[in-house]
């Protein structure tokens, strides 16, 4: 039984669900933005959102985004539009949202906000190679000048609070992880959040991408375009570089330097705190847990992860949440005896063994294509 009010079509107020957001809905909201639109519209993948490509009648397309209910303010999603203005105006390669005709760049239908951008084509790259690594390190470091120029109020920042007390907050809620398995987790997330918040007490922080994989660039004709500021957060700028190059091993620690190197020629990269990368790794393992804790009701989750929330699961989880605790605490321990950095590289003066890892382990809405 649907719960959209079947006069108005409207969600009901305390719903996250995107429920009545048909493609007839779909097209309403675009042709509210003054465009006029073809009966087509293509649902793109995303699941904390709802991401539509939509053809107008002269033939170009433009994406409908459709934010989740409930999560965002509307203050929260205007700083997204204006940090994405400011990057536009600095020439960066990112998709603008376009005005509406009343000169706004947000407006909602039945309760749901929701924005209209251009469509820029291309492919997340299958790989980087040194050349794309250093292109990568400019552009972001061009990012972060922008970042820094303003705060972001009302967006969280990236700490322990938001990362790991709100996704156990959420965990709880949703019940599944219970008796041992729920001390062990607890402890692991509890120590890690601990770590964290001490390696990154009094560094810098400013307005960063957050959530920068390569599922998150977008590669056409040899130009690079950075996609989806919906995480925006302020945080260490560390982050933008070890979610781009996740890998631990000894050629992801040279291309790490890469990165730096051609970040430097715009911006100052402070080398101690790469001792960061790994806290903030375990951060966001809590923080996916928690998301699809937080998701569980929404039945696109049950079918996108249908292994969620089991005892196989959980132990999995866990054994990986206290591995990745040892390993943040070894390199929290190396960089301190090592004169956090002293000889340029901190953390990737001890590189461990290769590691494959899963997209999926660490990326929001990842989908293999």
Not at 281 to 290: E, H, K, P, S, W
Request: proline letters at 6%; glycine letters at 8%; a negative charge.
């Amino acid at each position: 039984m649907s719960n959209v009010d079947p006069a108005s079509g409207a969600v009901p107020q305390g719903t996250d669900l995107f429920l009545g957001l048909t493609p007839e809905r779909v097209l309403h909201a675009v042709e509210a933005a003054g465009l006029a639109c073809r009966p087509l519209c293509y649902p793109l993948n995303s699941f904390e959102n709802r991401v539509y490509e939509v053809e107008l009648e002269d033939g170009s397309r433009v994406v409908a985004k459709f934010y989740r209910p409930g999560r965002w303010s509307r203050e929260q999603i205007l700083e997204e539009h204006a940090f994405l203005q400011e990057l536009v105006d600095d020439e960066l390669s990112v998709c603008a949202v376009r005005p509406f005709p009343d000169g706004s760049t947000l407006q909602r239908i039945d309760g749901i906000w929701y924005s209209i951008s251009d469509r820029r084509g291309g492919r997340a790259p299958d790989e980087l190679d040194d050349g794309l690594v250093a292109r990568l390190g400019m552009l972001v470091a061009r990012l972060h000048n922008v970042g820094a120029r303003g705060p972001a109020p009302s967006r969280p920042r990236l700490d322990s609070e938001h990362y790991v007390q709100r996704a156990l907050h959420w965990i709880d809620e949703e019940g599944s992880l219970r008796g041992p398995l729920e001390a062990r987790y607890r402890a692991a997330a509890g120590a890690l959040a601990e770590l964290a918040d001490e390696v990154m007490d009094g560094v810098p922080t400013h307005r960063i991408h957050a959530d920068l994989h390569l599922g998150n660039v977008l590669l056409r004709d040899g130009e690079l375009r950075l996609l989806d500021f919906d995480d925006f957060v302020t945080g260490p700028a560390v982050q933008d570089m070890w979610l781009v190059l996740p890998g631990r091993g000894a050629e992801a620690l040279r291309q790490q330097e890469i990165f730096i190197e051609a970040y430097e020629r715009f911006r100052p990269f402070d080398r101690q705190t790469l001792r960061l990368v790994e806290p903030l790794r375990g951060l966001r393992m809590v923080r996916y847990a928690g998301w699809l804790a937080r998701r569980w009701h929404d039945p696109a989750f049950k079918a996108g992860w249908p292994h969620f929330g089991g005892e196989e699961f959980w132990l999995g989880e866990t054994t990986d949440l206290e591995e990745q605790l040892r390993e943040a605490q070894r390199a929290v321990d190396s960089a301190l005896r090592q004169g956090e950095g002293t000889t340029g590289l901190g953390t990737a003066l001890s590189p461990q063994p290769e590691e494959l890892l899963d997209n999926k382990d660490y990326f929001w809405d990842w989908e293999d294509s």
